[in-house]
């Protein structure tokens, strides 16, 4: 059974930063998704497993850097500039695949979700 474990979210005011973790236990091809209420989900970012490619949605490229170390099996999100509309459920996933994925579809764990809040 794969476990994911985030960590990290919180309320920040705009301009400001988070980082989020999520520990897995295995190295898989990660992803993160966030859900705003009434909204569909929604791709943020990925990595492959090596942590030598990655992939950004157009809404956070500049601002947001996915990372992970493959001795802790955890994966990072840093978060700069936040706006108010990141203001979401940030989740985790985790695919058995070789490549950078960018539909969910492609994941086949997932974690329990983080709550992100961007004050104005």
């Known amino acids: 059974q794969v476990q994911l474990v985030e960590s990290g979210g919180g309320l920040v005011q705009a301009g400001g930063s988070l980082r989020l973790s999520c520990a897995a236990s295995g190295r898989y091809a990660m992803g993160w998704f966030r859900q705003a209420p009434g909204k569909d989900p929604e791709f943020v970012a990925s990595?492959?497993?090596?942590?030598?490619?990655?992939s950004y949605a157009d809404s956070v490229k500049g601002r947001f850097t996915i990372s992970r170390d493959n001795a802790k099996n955890t994966v990072y999100l840093q978060m700069n500039s936040l706006k108010p509309e990141d203001t979401a459920v940030y989740y985790c996933?985790?695919?058995?695949?070789?490549?950078?994925?960018?539909?969910?579809?492609?994941?086949?764990?997932w974690g329990q979700g983080t709550q992100v809040t961007v004050s104005s």
């Open positions: 990595i492959r497993r090596s942590g030598l490619s990655t």
């Open positions: 996933a985790a695919g058995t695949g070789w490549g950078t994925f960018v539909s969910p579809n492609e994941y086949d764990y």
